[in-house]
């Protein structure tokens, strides 16, 4: 029995042999066809039952040759444009990626300029924060400034709208803050358009619903209602006096008769805060 022949016997042969081979055939072909022009009677006839062919068969194959090359070379060009393409495309996503984060950080800086000039009594240093305490709140969190830029410990830290906490320690180029809705944070406060005092404690359990609470309010002629704004009282030992903590959004009798707790919503959002304010003025008295 004969075996059959493996593929991998099969001799390849280069496209350019054989359009070399096809040029040959068509040169042997032309001279072929000159003579018969010369030439009367049957060979012409000959030629052109086997000539012509032949002419036509080169030609074609030229031709699928031709186009398949050119069909290679817009497909090169196709492939060098799409990379062109992706390359302009991830380079403007990162722009835009770029604008939007200066845009944000633009709006941050605004809301610190006007809290700035709102305190405009304190003198105050910038900083970013670094780090922070896992959860979604932002209950005590590391800033990049420390001692080389006058940083101490007990200075009250400022962000959006008012007060975010109070530094609680120090290295020389880092700093960590407490803020008001932490566990450990009491603060003493008062209300705004009556001065009347308050305790408000933070708690972060609470804050999921966005608020802080208060207590210990002595309102007697029930003149403190929803909506007045708390701050920070000439009485407390570690905080600046007049930093606004948030308003009142609800408001309860105690069962003693004497006082009066709610809670708060702050005007700082805990769940974004990425630069702040420290003022670098500490409180001299003590309670």
């Not at 040029?23 to 072909?29: A, D, F, G, L, Q």
């Not at 002595?218 to 930093?243: F, H, M």
Request: charged share 25%; hydrophobic share 40%.
């Amino acid at each position: 029995m004969a075996r059959k022949r493996s593929n991998r016997n099969k001799i390849v042969i280069p496209s350019k042999y054989i359009l070399l081979a096809l040029s040959v055939i068509c040169i042997i072909t032309m001279v072929l066809s000159y003579a018969t022009d010369i030439l009367d009677g049957p060979p012409q006839a000959v030629a052109g039952y086997t000539v012509i062919p032949f002419q036509k068969a080169i030609s074609y194959a030229g031709n699928w040759l031709f186009s398949r090359s050119e069909s290679i070379k817009e497909l090169e060009a196709l492939r060098a444009e799409n990379e062109e393409l992706k390359e302009t495309v991830n380079e403007l996503s990162v722009k835009i990626n770029d604008l939007t984060t200066d845009k944000y950080e633009l709006s941050e800086l605004r809301q610190l300029m006007a809290l700035d000039e709102r305190y405009s009594d304190y003198p105050t240093v910038g900083a970013r924060v670094i780090g922070k305490d896992a959860g979604n709140w932002y209950s005590t969190f590391l800033i990049d400034k420390g001692t080389n830029d006058g940083i101490k410990v007990n200075m009250n830290v400022l962000a959006g709208s008012g007060l975010v906490g109070i530094v609680t320690s120090v290295g020389p180029n880092w700093a960590t803050v407490r803020s008001i809705i932490d566990d450990e944070s009491n603060i003493s406060a008062m209300v705004l358009n009556t001065s009347d005092t308050m305790i408000v404690t933070g708690d972060l359990e609470l804050y999921a619903n966005g608020t802080i609470k208060f207590s210990e309010l002595r309102d007697e002629d029930d003149a403190v209602s929803e909506g007045d704004q708390i701050v920070t009282s000439q009485i407390s030992s570690k905080y600046l006096p007049g930093i606004s903590i948030g308003y009142i959004k609800e408001i309860n009798s105690d069962s003693n008769n004497l006082t009066k707790s709610g809670f708060i919503t702050p005007v700082v959002d805990f769940e974004h805060i990425d630069i702040v304010l420290v003022v670098t003025q500490m409180k001299q008295t003590k309670e």
